[in-house]
């Protein structure tokens, strides 16, 4: 092939490429006007959110369900309110929780088809519009709340096998949301570690310098915590070593999903006895997987049906199974934990963000 050739060959690749990107860009602007998709709304830079004052607003999703909070300048936290998620939501995050035959979310499997989607403006996937419903009512209850219009939030998620960090963060800019971060949280956390904060728990003091917030981090005793997720659709345990409430990671090894323990599934088994049996097998399954076996010091309880006196008792009898003496349950507010930690990000993001970095108007 001569290099004229060639050069032409390139050229008409490059044509077709533009072209299918063009395609693909007024064929999304369609299926908007069909569905209902809509493009990334702008934020309005005068909202609250644009600056250090502003109230720090947290969403919490869970498997049938989100929940809000909003931190005040003053420190003080208010509970939002809780949105039921839709059949088609629920349906998504059983599917996410499946763990898949090989990896979906980067850094370990590169989405072509997805990002081509980001790329041309459309939605990376259907699962990032249903997420994006629920984020777009829960923003609408807390502006009825705050009585003005928000421009960014922190949204806390469950930890589920298929359920990518970058699709959160699609989905809040699809709800007209910049997804918040800083320099010590920089992506949206993980529930665990928002419940932690929700609690007072792992949280530094002078988080706007962040030398002596590492300091104060380095300063806080570890804990061997487990997370009790008890909700009417599903259970999802997880049991780590907790120090900063940021400082979260974990595997499948101390990670559970399991959707035939919630409360609302009671009456699939031939009578209660059995059910709670069940439960109780698996609050014992992460305890038991442990190499080294070490007592749990403290167990963070979240989710909508986590204050049911039945579960409490089993979950108690369950831990004295395991060890001599029961540990500190952190009970104070298990429906909007998560959500309170979420938003004590968001105004810590904010702060921190106004203080310490130019942000563009496209931004802001």
């Known amino acids: 092939m001569t290099f004229h050739m060639r050069r032409a060959t390139i050229c008409v690749v490059a044509i077709i490429l533009l072209s299918s990107l063009f395609v693909l860009s007024f064929h999304g602007s369609f299926v908007y006007k069909l569905s209902g998709w809509r493009a990334i709304p702008q934020p309005n830079k005068n909202a609250p959110g644009a600056s250090m004052t502003a109230p720090g607003v947290g969403f919490d999703l869970t498997t049938s369900y989100g929940t809000a909070a909003i931190r005040h300048q003053n420190g003080s936290l208010d509970v939002v309110g809780k949105v039921d998620a839709d059949e088609e939501y629920e349906k998504m995050m059983r599917r996410l929780s499946i763990p898949p035959k090989r990896p979906t979310c980067p850094p370990y499997a590169w989405r072509t088809w997805p990002e081509i989607r980001r790329l041309v403006g459309l939605p990376a996937s259907s699962d990032v519009v249903r997420l994006a419903k629920l984020l777009t009512s829960l923003r609408s209850l807390a502006e009825s709340q705050l009585g003005a219009p928000i421009i960014s939030a922190v949204t806390s998620y469950p930890k589920l096998p298929a359920l990518c960090k970058e699709d959160i963060d699609d989905a809040l800019r699809r709800a007209g949301l910049i997804p918040l971060t800083s320099r010590t949280q920089v992506y949206q956390p993980h529930s665990m570690s928002a419940a932690y904060a929700g609690y ?139 959500a309170k930690g979420a938003a004590e990000f968001a105004k810590r993001a904010q702060e921190d963000r106004t203080k310490w970095y130019t942000t563009s108007s496209s931004d802001l």
């Open 200 to 338: 007072s728990l792992g949280l530094c003091q002078h988080y706007l310098d962040l030398s002596r917030c590492r300091i104060e981090e380095g300063a806080m005793s570890v804990y061997e915590t487990l997370q009790v997720s008890f909700t009417g659709g599903a259970m999802i345990n997880e049991l780590l070593l907790m120090r900063g409430a940021l400082d979260s990671y974990s595997s499948n090894l101390n990670h559970l999903v399991d959707y035939e323990s919630g409360l609302e599934h009671a009456d699939r088994y031939s009578d209660p006895e059995a059910y709670w049996q069940h439960v109780q097998v698996r609050l014992l399954e992460l305890p038991l997987r442990r190499l080294q076996k070490t007592e749990i010091d403290q167990i963070l309880l979240l989710g909508d049906s986590a204050l049911n006196s039945t579960f409490r008792k089993v979950l108690e009898d369950t831990i004295l199974k395991l060890q001599s003496d029961l540990p500190k349950i952190q009970d104070g507010d298990p429906l909007y934990a998560a």
